[in-house]
């Protein structure tokens, strides 16, 4: 890097953060060697990770594959459910099959949500036990302000990380597995025809960069977790809710920079942030900033199944949405099974915070630990669903966002491949 460009990034550094700052969430700088932190904003709030999601998801496959439960070269299949998930993706047809090497590839420079689940389907069995993995994982990692749904980090109401769990998870990553490191600085997958480039902007516009790792859904912003190395010397920085990838990126680097001046001296451990206790936060939602055209989504009638409660009746999708989000994230909610959603009543009642694909038991037991908590909670019949399905049509479809989840909003450049690849 040119001493000119350090002088600026390093005198633009204190501008950028205080005039974004009502812009961007949290954020983390910290040496991933000795897990010190060199500085921090509300390192313990919660946040929705996004595709940062995929970190944990490349853990627990690299602890698979260490322990000779997988290979890199194997095999694995492509699910009808891997396949379905929606972009980033790659987009193998259900029935086909890929090598590990090249899903856990897809995964960390394309953010691809499909090979998410083929890996995560292949290392456990079944996403739910995949996702217990996760967390189990998450707590021996202490990582306390964690709870992982699924392997792709697609949004979900209990789906939540701080920066600093992210931030431990990301130096585990480093320490425990260096011979995967090339994986987060790779600069483009070939598929075929096409050249994806790696969704992390930073690796092309910071000499020192090499890694790691995107994440983005509309309640999240942009989030990054990027990593520097300077003189033999390795910093990382965590970036949750940007307005958009080359926000995020240059935030990155500015805190990177910023790093890298600064002397020696003794400094707190990742693990003395302190996490807000789940529950009593929601957090942010940063969709009016990056999604602007995109509606709030209502549960689609014909996905109303069995059993469910319901939080309360509200006069809009997002009032409705705030009540779930706080209930979701609950003793009683966040490791509650089901759906949850947001459902449109008939009659212009209005809109229902609501969860279903439960049992009855389910249910019932869900709806009496929320009234210990003075909270209200009704039990939804299948046949109440029926009759709402009955009475109320199916909205169209959502407008697609203006950036794939998981990506960085940039779209990759189609090339020919110099040569053929072999299929994998």
């Given amino acids: 890097m040119s001493t000119l460009r350090h002088i600026l990034l390093s005198l633009l550094l204190a501008i950028a953060v205080t005039s974004q700052a009502s812009a961007a969430g949290p954020s983390l700088l910290f040496d991933p060697a000795t897990d ?3 500085s921090q904003d509300r390192a313990g709030e919660p946040w929705y990770p996004a595709s940062l999601t995929k970190l944990m998801t490349a853990y627990v496959v690299f602890q698979k594959i260490k322990a000779g439960e997988l290979t890199l070269e194997q095999k694995v299949p492509v699910s009808e459910l891997a396949h379905a998930q929606p972009p980033s993706k790659i987009g193998v047809p259900a029935g086909k099959s890929v090598g590990v090497n090249f899903a856990i590839q897809a995964l960390l420079v394309h953010s691809a949500n499909d090979m998410a689940y083929v890996l995560a389907e292949a290392a456990s069995g079944s996403i739910a036990a995949f996702s217990a993995e996760m967390n189990a994982q998450a707590r021996r990692l202490g990582m ?7 392997p792709n980090g697609l949004f979900d109401h209990r789906h939540i990380s701080t920066a600093r769990d992210i931030a431990i998870l990301a130096s585990a990553l480093l320490r425990e597995f260096p011979e995967h490191r ?10 075929g025809q096409r050249k994806l480039s790696n969704r992390n902007a930073l690796l092309r516009q910071m000499p020192e960069a090499d890694g790691m790792k995107t994440g983005f859904v509309c309640s999240s912003g ?6 520097a190395t300077r003189d033999g010397h390795k910093l990382a920085a965590v970036i949750f809710g940007a307005n958009n990838g080359k926000h995020r990126a240059d935030l990155a680097e500015m805190l990177l920079v910023d790093g890298f001046s600064r002397t020696g001296a003794t400094r707190a451990k990742l693990q003395s942030i302190a996490n807000v206790k789940t529950g ?4 942010a939602d940063m969709s009016k900033q990056v999604c602007k055209q995109k509606p709030l989504a209502i549960a689609m009638s014909r996905d109303l199944q069995g059993w469910g409660i319901s939080f309360g009746n509200y006069e809009s999708p997002a009032t409705a949405d705030m009540a779930l989000r706080g209930r979701m994230l609950s003793e009683a909610g966040i490791s509650l099974t089901g759906t949850p959603g947001i459902i449109r009543l008939p009659e212009k009642r209005g809109f229902a915070a609501a969860v279903w694909n439960l049992d009855q038991a389910g249910s019932e037991t869900a709806c009496a630990r929320y009234r210990t908590d003075n909270a209200p909670c009704e039990v939804i019949t299948p046949e109440t669903f029926a009759t709402i399905a009955a009475l109320v049509p199916d909205p169209p479809p959502p407008k697609p966002a203006a950036a794939a989840q998981g990506s960085d909003g940039s779209k990759s450049k189609k090339k020919p491949a110099r040569k053929t690849q072999k299929k994998n």
Avoid: D, I, K
């Fill in 36 to 38: 010190e932190v060199l």
């Fill in 144 to 150: 306390t302000g964690s709870h992982f749904v699924n």
């Fill in 182 to 191: 090339h994986y987060f600085s790779q600069r483009s997958l070939t598929v």
């Fill in 222 to 227: 942009f989030n990054l977790v990027a990593t």
């Fill in 280 to 283: 009593a936060l929601v957090p």
